[in-house]
């Protein structure tokens, strides 16, 4: 059997399964939101409903995704509905969402298209002709303090209210999201005041943290997959560029299995709700690298430049490894 065959199963479709998915993470968000801001103001009482709201806020964005791929219903005009629905709440655009998605799948691991990718990374070759200034940008977009708190701040309150491709994939579409996010930011200021913005803000901005946690994890680990055309392999970047996490049975549920990376990657028409299923079912024979734990997801952070030689990805040198090659 290979892996194509096996997966056949789990790209099953439904309707079903997709409304159970939508309106539960949509009634465990509202709950959330309530709870947490009625609690308000005994801090400490509300803050276990922020965390709730944020892991919400993470698994409806991954149903959006899930939506973007025309896998969370079987029927396209659910999942198109759906997508437009959770976009509120999840912050993103949803056509922009899908464009730039569908881009990142189809040049995943090309060293020469790594303006789709979420994470940008530089050889070391790269990293050993740039110049000082070029290195401390790199060294600073790299850092995970400022990446997990600055860049999720970023990618989800400035940047995806004018995503890259806005222009190729219709203006009209993001100022409309953007005009119904905004309302309802008033909708919940008027019914609960200062206390719901305060948790709407907070969560969104811890679900920001959870959520470039996650994209980092996924194609940023040792053994990842990077080539230049013509030897660059979609198939083997599918596979072997795309991580498997295993944090947990309660991380995937609040994530919405999307840590069964390289699975999504070869098959997206699998719907997150069998993510985990084909994961725990998959043959011995079928798995391409191990899961990654919680130990070896905090190192991961600690690789910054993908090696061509050893086909790495590796930590910036020391001091002592750090010289210049001249360009050519």
């Not at 025309?70 to 899908?98: D, H």
Request: hydrophobic share 45%; net charge neutral.
């Amino acid at each position: 059997m290979t892996i194509r065959d096996y997966l056949k199963e789990y790209a099953r479709k439904s309707d079903g399964m997709g409304a159970l998915s939508f309106f539960g993470s949509l009634a465990v968000y509202f709950a959330a939101l309530v709870l947490g801001a009625v609690l308000w103001p005994m801090w400490w009482a509300s803050l276990p409903f922020v965390v709730i709201l944020a892991f919400a806020s993470v698994r409806l964005y991954v149903l959006q995704h899930d939506c973007g791929h025309a896998s969370l219903f079987a029927t396209r005009r659910y999942n198109e509905w759906a997508g437009y629905v959770i976009s509120i709440f999840s912050l993103t655009p949803f056509r922009v969402m899908q464009y730039n998605h569908n881009l990142h799948h189809a040049h995943l691991g090309d060293l020469d298209h790594r303006e789709t990718t979420e994470v940008y990374t530089m050889t070391l070759q790269e990293w050993q002709r740039a110049g000082i200034w070029k290195r401390l940008g790199y060294r600073l977009y790299r850092n995970p303090v400022m990446m997990l708190s600055l860049g999720g701040l970023y990618a989800y309150f400035i940047a995806y209210r004018w995503p890259k491709n806005t222009r190729v994939v219709g203006i009209g579409g993001v100022i409309a999201h953007n005009l119904m996010l905004a309302g309802y930011i008033m909708v919940v200021w008027s019914v609960f005041g200062a206390a719901g913005l305060i948790v709407l803000g907070t969560s969104a901005f811890l679900a920001g943290v959870i959520g470039v946690f996650l994209v980092y994890l996924q194609h940023n680990f040792e053994e990842t997959y990077w080539d230049h055309a013509p030897e660059h392999d979609l198939r083997k970047a599918t596979l072997e560029g795309s991580s498997t996490l295993d944090l947990g049975h309660w991380w995937d549920i609040g994530t919405g299995n999307i840590a069964y990376h390289d699975l999504h990657h070869f098959n997206p028409n699998v719907p997150s709700f069998r993510l985990r299923h084909a994961q725990n079912n998959l043959p011995e024979a079928l798995k391409v690298h191990d899961p990654i734990r919680w130990p070896e997801a905090i190192a991961s952070f600690k690789l910054k430049l993908w090696d061509e030689e050893p086909r790495l990805l590796v930590p910036f040198p020391t001091s002592s490894q750090a010289g210049v090659v001249p360009a050519e």
